[in-house]
């Protein structure tokens, strides 16, 4: 069958981690990540958008890849394997403080993690700095953990990131 122009299946472009690739418009992101591009970072659990497993960042918002199609996504998308430099800060922290779940929740955890330092001014303006982090992350479900290592190990890179940029407006 031929498709016309504007068709769900004609190919889309998407950017992800920074490179151009093209990808049939009515498959799920989470797909073409894992089965087209190989980035299996980005894992499927639920299926169905309730669990944040496959969390990635399009636009630099954390969106759950599972259930967004990928002619559907505006803005550049960044997978944990794009952002592990990045946050090389969260990815010790969760490692010092026992924070790390499985191989399912674990990548979600800190690809949303890494939307959360961005906003790490804004965030600790928040006041109450643990539960600002709870709130945010609370679509990143594990049935295993109370959070407390997670919540404390985004706190302590929250907290470092704001405290470096307090330093370095100081040293200007
Ligand atoms: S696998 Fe996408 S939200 Fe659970
Ligand atoms: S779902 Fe990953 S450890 Fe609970």
Redesign the pocket.
């Known amino acids: 069958m031929t498709l016309g122009a504007g068709s769900e299946d004609d190919p889309t472009t998407l950017v992800v981690n920074g490179t151009e690739v093209l990808a049939p418009a009515s498959q799920s992101l989470a797909s073409v990540l894992r089965d087209q591009l190989g980035l299996t970072a980005t894992k499927v659990a639920c299926g169905r958008g309730e669990c944040g497993a496959c969390t990635v960042l399009v636009d630099g918002r954390p969106t759950m890849a599972c259930v967004t199609m990928a002619g559907l996504v505006r803005g550049p998308v960044e997978t944990l394997e794009g952002l592990a430099d990045e946050i090389s800060d969260l990815r010790e922290e969760f490692a010092d403080r026992g924070a790390f779940?499985?191989g399912?929740?674990?990548p979600g955890q800190l690809v949303h993690g890494a939307a959360l330092v961005r906003q790490a001014g804004r965030l600790a303006e928040e006041g109450d700095l643990p539960c600002a982090v709870r709130k945010r992350l609370s679509g990143n479900?594990?049935?295993?953990?109370g959070y407390q290592a997670i919540t404390a190990a985004l706190c302590s890179v929250v907290e470092q990131r704001v405290e470096a940029r307090v330093e370095k407006e100081e040293i200007r």
């Open positions: 779940q499985c399912f929740c674990t479900i594990c049935r295993c953990t």
